[in-house]
Each structure stands twice: as C-alpha cells, then as structure tokens.
T-cell receptor, first 111, second 113 residues
Framework: DQQVKQNSPSLSVQEGRISILNCDYT??????FLWYKKYPAEGPTFLIS?????DKNEDGRFTVFLNKSAKHLSLHIVPSQPGDSAVYFC??????????FGDGTTLTVKP | KAGVTQTPRYLIKTRGQQVTLSCSPI?????VSWYQQTPGQGLQFLFE???????NKGNFPGRFSGRQFSNSRSEMNVSTLELGDSALYLC????????????FGEGSRLTVL
C-alpha cells in the first residue's frame, strides 16, 4: 500500500509559467510534509516543508499548499526557470516516524 | 560544514556476493536513515538509526542490515546479492530523529551482475 502518491510521473512547462506538482497521501497520522528536489547523480536536497497545522508555506518562488481534508498537497513554482528541471519528491512523516516518499515527478522547464 | 559522505560511489558485484556501504553524516547529526532508489520506485525506506539504535525498519528482507557506530557513522550490508538489488542507495542524516529535513548524500550506485 503506497501511502504517498505522486500520480504524474512527468510535467513539462514553459519558462516563466507556473509549475504545479501534486501529491496525495492516505495516512491520516502524517503531520509533516516535505518536498525534495533531485538532480541526476546527486542526492535529493530539501526544498520546502509544511506542518499539518498550516495550509500554506511560502519560500521565494516556491509555495506548498496542504489540504488536510483531501489529503493532498501541492508545490507551486512561480515563475518556473530552466534550472528547476529536476525530479521532485514529496515526503510525509508522522511524529517520531520515518519519512515516506512518493515516486517522484520529473519536471522539465523549457526555455 | 561537510555534507553527508557515502562510500563507495559506484560498485559492481555479482549475484551471491555481499556488499557493505558506508555513510558519514553531517557533524553533529545523530540520526541516519537509508533509502533504496530504483527506477520508477521512488525512495524506499530501509532503516533509521539514532544513537546506535535502530529506530525504524522498512519492509526489506533480512539480507539487508545496518548498524551505527558511536561517532554516528553508519554502514549497511546486503548479503547474498540478487539482480534486483541493483539500485542507488542513499543515506540521509538529520539533527534529531526522522521528523524533519533530511540531508542526503550523493548515494552509492550498486550494480549486481
């Protein structure tokens, strides 16, 4: 049973437009959510996180939205840049528990 | 501040052999987690160690084992290698237990022939 799902394996957007990456989860015990970015031949790097007590967190061009009732979160990147092209992983954790990752979405930003 | 260091970066083994991978966390980080990444499978959790104790374990067979030393360095071992064990093995460290941001190493790419 996959508890964290990223249903879109890939996403392609034009430079300057908005990128929206989606993530769904099933475990209602998850209370902390994170997004990581991964370039080829590198390990994932932390991008942004959100606690379950919030519904939005913003950091520069990156905003994460959390809809607890729908068990859904999304990452918005505005404006998208070619350097944002990477694999994006959604992750979730419960108190004192391991992080569970989705399968990732490959974002391609075209110049 | 040095990042998470994993060795070796690349290795090739044959079926039936065993392999040991090493991870040095960021200085001061006491929690170390291991993940397996295969194409299309995302990051599958293997285990997490904190202060030399295994706190969490994923759904992997007993051929996969790990340990953590007093200096927080960690090793994972895979015995009786199978073709399906070919993957990128990622180590991540965090300051506290696995409830927040993880700092990943570049991974050890294992190929089993």
């Amino acid at each position: 049973d996959q508890q964290v799902k990223q249903n879109s394996p890939s996403l392609s957007v034009q430079e300057g437009r908005i990128s929206i990456l989606n993530c769904d989860y099933t475990n209602s015990m998850f209370d902390y959510f994170l997004w990581y970015k991964k370039y080829p031949a590198e390990g994932p790097t932390f991008l942004i996180s959100i606690s379950s007590i919030k519904d939005k967190n913003e950091d520069g061009r990156f905003t994460v939205f959390l809809n607890k009732s729908a068990k859904h979160l999304s990452l918005h990147i505005v404006p998208s840049q070619p350097g944002d092209s990477a694999v994006y992983f959604c992750a979730a954790s419960a108190k004192a528990g391991k992080s569970t990752f989705g399968d990732g979405t490959t974002l391609t930003v075209k110049p | 501040k040095a990042g998470v260091t994993q060795t070796p970066r690349y290795l090739i083994k044959t079926r039936g052999q065993q392999v040991t991978l090493s991870c040095s966390p960021i200085s001061g980080h006491r929690s170390v987690s291991w993940y397996q990444q295969t194409p299309g499978q995302g990051l599958q959790f293997l285990f997490e160690y904190f202060s030399e104790t295994q706190r969490n374990k994923g759904n992997f067979p007993g051929r996969f084992s790990g340990r953590q030393f007093s200096n927080s360095r960690s090793e994972m071992n895979v015995s009786t290698l199978e073709l399906g064990d070919s993957a990128l093995y990622l180590c991540a460290s965090s300051l506290l237990v696995n409830t927040g941001e993880l700092f990943f190493g570049e991974g050890s790419r294992l190929t089993v022939l």
